[in-house]
């Protein structure tokens, strides 16, 4: 079994975990998840279940809904019916923030970096949910502000180094290659210290071999920190080599679940997305 197995087992008549993750409460656990906006219905039925150190997958054709499935876990749209449980919590009515502080986090299809601040300062944004500092502290500068800022800085930089981006630490946001954004914004989701982090499209714009080092990356993230990652991404490369479960959607409606095995081979999701057998086999 090579250092990446990704040998899963069944936990329930839908779900599969990691070996590694059997016993463990899920981090996060959707049901019959759906959401109408006016009379179009966006998103129905969607139902899965994410062990706490898996790397999962969410595809489907332009329009299918994925996008809007992010916005649900993360608190920017509220469900018109169904339930999110993460970490055991019932998520209905929380805000974006306080659904962060929960534990999830994410990155966006567009980047949303600040891009007149330092990248040392985006990966700090990241921590708004964690700083201890009043704000009398912080007006006054006392010196528990210099503490918990001298804190700040040390675990940013050290993500940044993780990332392999200390040396741009002090450059501008908007200044920075499309590729160094994409890991910028993941470094900023990680600095809010998650139990999960949903990458919408992670590998857009990427080059083959920045696409490579992400595939390396993700795998880094989830071993280091022992964190759950939940994926959007057209690259069906990247897509079938680093998850290890895979949700299909389209029309806002699961058509298929199952291993990157499975999934290469459905019927559905052949006519539905990935086009024909031979070129998903290619």
Do not use: W
Request: with cysteine.
């Amino acid at each position: 079994m090579n250092e990446y197995s990704r040998k899963m087992i069944k936990v329930s008549t839908t779900n599969l975990f990691r070996e590694q993750d059997a016993g463990k409460p899920p981090v996060l656990d959707v049901r019959n998840l759906g959401i109408d906006f006016g009379g179009l219905t966006a998103v129905d039925g969607f139902e899965m279940t994410i062990g706490p150190t898996e790397i999962s997958g969410l595809i489907g054709p332009n329009g299918a809904g994925k996008t809007t499935i992010f916005n649900l876990l993360t608190s920017v749209y509220q469900p018109t019916r169904g339930s999110i449980l993460l970490q055991g919590i019932d998520t209905k009515g929380m805000t974006t923030s306080k659904v962060n502080k929960l534990g999830i986090a994410r990155t966006f299809q567009n980047i949303r970096l600040f891009n007149d601040m330092t990248a040392l300062d985006n990966v700090k944004v990241g921590m708004h949910n964690q700083i201890k500092c009043s704000f009398l502290a912080s007006l006054l500068h006392l010196p528990s502000y210099y503490k918990s800022e001298k804190k700040a800085n040390e675990k940013a930089m050290e993500l940044l180094d993780f990332m392999g981006l200390a040396d741009i630490a002090d450059q501008k946001a908007g200044s920075l290659p499309y590729g160094v954004q994409r890991r910028l914004e993941i470094c900023r989701a990680l600095a809010s210290n998650p139990a999960i982090i949903l990458l919408d499209e992670p590998a857009a714009g990427m080059n083959p071999s920045e696409t490579a080092e992400l595939m390396h990356q993700i795998r880094r993230i989830r071993d280091t920190f022992q964190i759950a990652i939940f994926l959007i991404e057209h690259d069906m490369n990247l897509v079938m080599n680093v998850c290890e479960g895979i949700v299909v959607v389209n029309y806002g409606k699961i058509i298929a679940k199952g291993t990157p095995e499975e999934i290469k081979s459905d019927p559905a999701v052949i006519e539905a997305y990935l086009g024909r057998k031979n070129e998903v086999d290619a």
